[in-house]
């Protein structure tokens, strides 16, 4: 089962992103990634590309996404059998590029990957990004702020 907060798209809507993430130059980027980590790169679903092998090591993650380009330094039908959700979850960043305009998408990232490094200890617990991808499917175990940041936060918020 999905989380209820991920939005499903029809084929018209993919298209579209297809679109958009190839004009902005953000799918580009990714299979160039791909290229220079040595990945393997294959259509997967939903008009996505797969790209297995990825070998440069950063981002630490068990997949990412640039553009329409979903990486992973493993197999991508080993993981997508360990964890059929996580291509949905990334399936929701390639969204975010579109909303994003491309390429901006990066820093707005890691300055939300960076706000939650500050308030949690991790990447991603307070990270927008992942929280608005699905953040229970994306593998991902909530950390509480840090006890400076619980009177404005909460600690289980």
């Known amino acids: 089962m999905t989380d209820p907060r991920v939005r499903t798209w029809g084929a018209a809507q ?3 992103k297809a679109t958009a993430n190839w004009l902005n130059g953000s799918t580009a980027l990714g299979l160039l990634i791909a290229r220079a980590g040595g990945a393997r790169v294959r259509r997967g679903p939903r008009r996505l590309w797969l790209a297995s092998g990825y070998r440069l090591g950063f981002p630490v993650a068990s ?3 640039v553009g329409n380009v979903v990486l992973t330094a493993g197999d991508w039908q080993q993981l997508e059998r360990d ?3 996580l ?3 990334e399936e929701q960043h390639s969204w975010q590029y579109v909303w994003c305009l491309g390429l901006p998408f990066l820093p707005l990232y890691a300055a939300a990957a960076a706000w939650s490094k ?3 200890g991790d990447l991603f617990s307070r990270n927008g990004f992942e929280r608005r991808a699905g953040f229970a499917i994306g593998g991902y175990a909530p950390a509480s702020p840090r006890a400076v940041f619980r009177p404005f936060l909460g600690a289980g918020s």
């Open 14 to 16: 993919l298209r579209w």
């Open 118 to 120: 500050i308030v949690t």
């Open 87 to 89: 291509l949905v979850h």
């Open 63 to 65: 997949a990412f996404t």
């Open 83 to 85: 964890r059929p959700l």
